[in-house]
């Protein structure tokens, strides 16, 4: 049965694609081509040695990406969360379904999400839900997928441009029950607004699992709640705020954080990936980008792509001297004026 949460979730994901597509993904501060890798001294070192590879909630991820959480809650939504649990299935990376808060209210379309795990029964599968959902829920959510750790998303920029969104904004108490008591990992993620100094030291204190810092300069949920909003009942434009990516990490360096950090906004290419290790990322995820390639070349296509990456990564970190992903922290970059005017700023 299709209810407005399930149509919202259909509508987000054609226009997603649309934009993509026609690439109108709006660009805001400074982006990924901003930072130049400085080419560096020879090490002996060969491609073969190099790792990809990344140590993160005791786990061993083979390569240092995923696709972000997108999808679920619809009949055609399950086949895309079917067709990325396959990708990553077969190149053996990690996957967050989109947020199942539609599964909790209707039962019936929790099988959206769980055909992730059926298609994927031995992969770092990740639910999603908001921030105000209480532990109850994220129990149900984690059980849903058989999940290996939970994103959180705090959407506020979202909420704000949607015009059905929320308007109240209860979220640290139940941010830190949630941590407190889950199961799984907790990440807490924005979805494309990023995040600045100080609301990352707000949520570091909380002490979750990771922090994703969802920059913008990718998908853009001011542009598409824009459009949704075809009656124009919200007055709000949102469409230049927030942070990029390159910035928000930046700004999790100035905060001085130990909370390990996510990267994810905009990352179109191998090459984003490795910027946002060097600037301190310990892993990436990205999801219009990987969502547009399903849609327009099928899951062989995105495949493809996903392979392309991994046979790339380990090039780059040569050419960057880089052994271990964390080696890349140490690579010389240099950054644009445009960011070495947003970093005075944090
Ligand atoms: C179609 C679509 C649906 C999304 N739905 C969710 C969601 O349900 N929960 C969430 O945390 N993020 C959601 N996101 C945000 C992404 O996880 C990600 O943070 C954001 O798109 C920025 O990354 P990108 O520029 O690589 O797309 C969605 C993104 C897209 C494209």
Redesign the pocket.
């Known amino acids: 049965m299709q209810t407005p949460h399930s149509n919202r979730?259909n509508e987000?994901?054609s226009?997603?694609?649309k934009l993509?597509r026609d690439q109108q993904?709006p660009v805001i501060g400074p982006s990924f081509d901003d930072v130049r890798w400085l080419p560096s001294p020879l090490k002996d070192l060969a491609v073969s040695e190099v790792h990809p590879s990344v140590q993160l909630f005791d786990q061993t991820f083979d390569w240092p990406f995923y696709i972000?959480?997108?999808?679920?809650g619809s009949e055609a939504t399950k086949r895309v969360n079917a067709d990325l649990a396959t990708v990553a299935r077969n190149t053996g990376i990690a996957m967050?379904?989109?947020?199942q808060s539609v599964a909790l209210k209707d039962s019936q379309q929790a099988d959206s999400f769980s055909v992730v795990r059926k298609k994927n029964p031995d992969g770092f599968l990740i639910a999603?839900l908001?921030a105000d959902h209480p532990i109850e829920n994220v129990k149900a959510a984690v059980a849903m997928i058989d999940a290996n750790a939970i994103?959180l998303?705090v959407?506020l920029g979202q909420e704000i441009a949607m015009a059905e969104g929320d308007r109240a904004f209860y979220w640290l108490d139940n941010l830190a029950d949630v941590i407190a008591k889950s199961p799984v990992p907790v990440i807490i993620?924005?979805?494309?607004f990023g995040m600045g100094p100080d609301l990352l030291k707000q949520l570091a204190e909380l002490k979750p699992a990771a922090i994703?810092l969802?920059?913008a300069?990718?998908?853009s949920?001011a542009q598409?709640e824009q459009a949704r909003d075809r009656q124009k009942e919200n007055p709000i434009d949102l469409s230049a705020f927030g942070l990029s990516?390159v910035e928000s990490l930046l700004a999790a360096e100035a905060a001085g954080i130990d909370t390990q950090v996510i990267a994810?906004?905009?990352?179109?290419s191998a090459k984003d990936v490795v910027t946002s290790l060097m600037l301190g990322a310990k892993l990436t995820?990205?999801?219009?980008?990987?969502?547009q390639t399903l849609m327009a070349k099928g899951q062989a296509g995105l495949e493809e792509e996903v392979r392309l990456w991994q046979q790339q990564l380990p090039l780059y970190m040569t050419l960057l001297g880089a052994k271990t992903t964390a080696d890349l922290k140490k690579a010389k970059r240099l950054y644009s004026l445009d960011l070495q005017n947003s970093q005075k700023q944090f």
């Open positions: 979730k987000h994901l226009l997603a694609t993509w993904t972000e959480a997108m999808t679920g967050a379904v989109g947020s999603n908001g994103e998303h959407n993620k924005e979805v494309g994703n969802g920059g300069n990718g998908t949920f598409i990516t994810t906004g905009g990352i179109r995820s990205s999801a219009g980008y990987f969502l």
